[in-house]
């Protein structure tokens, strides 16, 4: 049994598996007696952990359709080293906050900035955040708080001004304020985190980590209940695609 048993759909004129295909054999919320609780660890993929827990790697796509993992490139948990490389590749840039009062210009119309003699390009901005991100890491000597850099539109002038707070790496700039698990409003905390106070802030770091993390606790079907599963599935399969079949030859 696995994926390539579930029904067909047709996909770029290709039939393939339909693997967002569910059915609900098993009250996962109301049955927590039914399931094993289980940890991923760096080494863990989802054939190792099949055959700890069932001594068969086949029965991977039951674990990754329990835990609505449909990708496991992308789904399962990366390993740290993995996670460290994400990391690099995708926040590759360095943000500037500025103060609310020095904020007379549109975000949208700055293209770039110039500090001294170089000039830096946009990769994104945030008006809730007063940050500008550049699409490059740079270093404190090249901008930082107490020189003034000039932001343009295009090649006019829009300001010169100091940023108030410089992050040199993306993986630690500002995500969102969280206090015990909730969101907090951006606008009543910015001018704090632009002085330094660091109450509620999750950096983008945090914010990978923790969604890194919620991936490694698995809900796993205790083996005792897996034949029993695995044949119910079977047969539910089998009347879809008889149904599938019925309606085919109406």
Do not use: C
Not at 129 to 137: G, R, S
Not at 142 to 147: E, G, P, R, S
């Amino acid at each position: 049994m696995g994926f390539i048993n579930y029904p067909k759909i047709t996909y770029n004129n290709v039939d393939v598996s339909n693997i967002l295909f569910n059915i609900n054999i098993i009250d996962k919320e109301n049955t927590p007696e039914l399931f094993l609780q289980y940890y991923v660890k760096d080494e863990d993929t989802p054939e190792s952990v099949s055959y700890k827990i069932y001594e068969d790697p086949t029965y991977s796509w039951l674990i990754l359709s329990l835990n609505n993992m449909y990708n496991k490139e992308y789904d399962w948990p990366m390993s740290s080293n993995k996670f460290e490389t994400f990391l690099e590749n995708k926040y590759t840039h360095t943000s500037l906050y500025f103060s609310e009062l020095n904020i007379d210009f549109s975000f949208g119309d700055i293209t770039k900035i110039k500090s001294g003699t170089i000039n830096y390009y946009i990769k994104s901005y945030d008006r809730t955040l007063n940050v500008i991100n550049l699409t490059e890491l740079v270093s404190s000597t090249a901008i930082n708080t107490t020189n003034n850099i000039i932001l343009y539109s295009g090649d006019t002038i829009i300001k010169t001004l100091k940023p108030k707070r410089v992050v040199y790496e993306g993986k630690q700039s500002l995500h969102h304020f969280e206090n015990k698990g909730k969101y907090v409003n951006a606008r009543s905390r910015i001018n704090n985190y632009l002085n330094g106070n660091e109450d509620y802030v999750v950096t983008n770091f945090d914010y990978e980590y923790s969604l890194n993390e919620s991936k490694r606790y698995l809900k796993i079907l205790d083996p005792r209940l897996l034949q029993r599963y695995d044949s119910e599935f079977k047969k539910i399969l089998k009347q879809v695609e008889n149904n599938k079949e019925r309606i085919e030859n109406e």
